[in-house]
């Protein structure tokens, strides 16, 4: 059986009450830092600006799926690549530290946006959303980091075969239909990051253009429409075209070894910071050295140098091009920038969206400790089963202060708990709806069984 029919099978025949219970509950609470993600998104710039654009494209057409924490109804595979974009347009969703992958944001918009274009049951809609993650998760795990090494941004590409299993699933294909629809999807997933060279907005609509080509190819796949029978491991298959001189570098094995025993999304980790996830184990090394300054009377106007160890793999990511690294000019530059973020902890002792906002990448104070920054390889890094990173920061009297994170947190045995999640929905859905609004978007998320698409799409949006 090839991969692509034991994936469809797989997303067939998943039923919430015949998995784990901890692993269907934390799908949920994944979910729910999805969501309250994409509120807090709902009051930047690139989420007016992107709705607008979607408004004009579809005016005429009437909108049949709300958007999350917003007004007025969209078609349904444009509501599916808004809500993408909200979900990861502020860098603060779900990552699986081995794949690399945000899942969340490539698996329940497209169960959203079906769900509640055909009202299925909320039990089905979490069952397409844990297939989603599941195999979104596996075909990013399968390259081995050989899309990230060749230029695509890996959530972008995996979210093509992952929103055509859910759409498919929520549409009522059967196995060969679903098998075809990730062969359909395999003309379409690509994702350049060439967006790191300026801190322009494409990532937030990489998650977005997958649900709308997983969608399209389930309806496609519906009526008739054949796609090809080894979208993964045939001659031009996803892995043979994306990864090049690298392709030997593919696992199959792992896209289907213990498919439905071990489930992979119960370990995508829930970020504590609002930044790429490379940058996180630094952010709390920084945070972690300015208490020890502190503690010995040493104020961050000594520092002369600050050395910053990470994965080697992911020092151009973090590190480059060098002008925008160390002065970003936008929230998006500075997301992946591990100058930034280290100075800015070593600086104001946070990091949070506020830190990101454009009077904060203003600030002279932080930027001049950018320019003191240097990259060093971790020799001891756990890369990519895990972030790990350190800082040192050496001052005019001969001081040195170090601190390093071997495994950074929300990852591994360091996963926010089910309390950490909450109050990160808290923090993040009261910026744009207030606490008893807050409070019943997460009561409906965590009963998800128990309402339809409809009703639960009525509660996300305004």
């Known amino acids: 059986m090839s991969i692509s029919n034991i994936l469809a099978r797989f997303a067939l025949e998943l039923r919430p009450e015949n998995a784990p219970p901890d692993v269907v509950e ?12 994409a509120l807090a998104a709902t009051k930047h710039e690139f989420a007016a600006r992107m709705f607008a654009g979607f408004d004009a494209m579809s005016a005429g057409e009437p909108g049949v799926c709300g958007v999350i924490g917003m007004r007025g109804k969209l078609p349904v595979r444009d509501a599916a690549a808004f809500n993408a974009a909200l979900v990861h347009g502020l860098d603060y969703d779900d990552t699986h530290m081995s794949a690399v992958v945000h899942a969340s944001c490539v698996a329940l918009p497209a169960a959203l946006a079906v769900g509640e274009r055909v009202n299925a049951s909320g039990a089905d809609i979490l069952a397409a959303y844990m297939a989603g ?183 151009p990511v973090m590190f480059e091009p060098e002008e925008l690294k160390k002065r970003p000019t936008t929230d998006y530059a500075a997301k992946f920038s591990a100058p930034y973020v280290v100075s800015c902890c070593l600086r104001h002792g946070r990091l949070g969206l506020r830190e990101l906002e454009p009077e904060a990448l203003a600030d002279e104070e932080v930027l001049a400790l950018c320019l003191i920054c240097e990259a060093e390889a971790d020799p001891d890094t756990l890369f990519p089963e895990a972030f790990s ?64 698409g409809t009703e639960l799409m009525a509660v996300l949006s305004a």
């Open 26 to 37: 934390r799908a949920k609470f994944l979910i729910l830092d999805a969501v309250g993600c």
């Open 133 to 315: 993650m599941e195999v979104a998760i596996r075909v990013g795990d399968g390259a081995n980091y050989g899309f990230h090494a060749n230029g695509y941004h890996a959530t972008g590409v995996v979210g093509h075969f992952s929103s055509a299993l859910v759409a498919g699933r929520l549409l009522g294909l059967d196995a060969g239909q679903l098998a075809s629809a990730q062969g359909i999807t395999v003309s379409t997933a690509t994702a350049s990051r060439e967006f790191m060279s300026d801190g322009a907005w494409n990532k937030r609509l990489h998650p977005g253009w997958g649900a709308v080509a997983g969608i399209t190819a389930a309806y496609l796949a519906k009526e008739g429409f054949d796609g090809c029978v080894e979208p993964y491991d045939g001659r031009f298959g996803i892995y043979a075209m994306h990864l090049g001189a690298d392709a030997g570098r593919a696992d199959f094995a792992k896209l289907t070894d213990g498919l439905g025993k071990r489930w992979d999304l119960a370990a995508s980790a829930v970020k504590p910071f609002p930044t790429c996830h490379y940058t996180h184990a630094l952010a709390d090394s920084a945070l972690a050295l300015k208490k020890k300054m502190q503690a010995a009377g040493t104020d961050i106007s000594e520092v002369v140098r600050i050395r910053i160890l990470a994965p080697e793999p992911v020092l």
């Open 389 to 452: 990173g350190g800082v040192i920061v050496e001052t005019k009297a001969g001081m040195s202060f170090h601190h390093y994170e071997a495994v950074n947190r929300g990852a591994g045995n360091r996963q926010l708990s089910a309390e950490d999640i909450s109050l990160k929905f808290f923090d993040n859905a009261a910026i744009a709806v207030g606490k008893d609004r807050a409070d019943a978007i997460r009561d409906s998320v965590l009963r998800l069984e128990s309402l339809s």
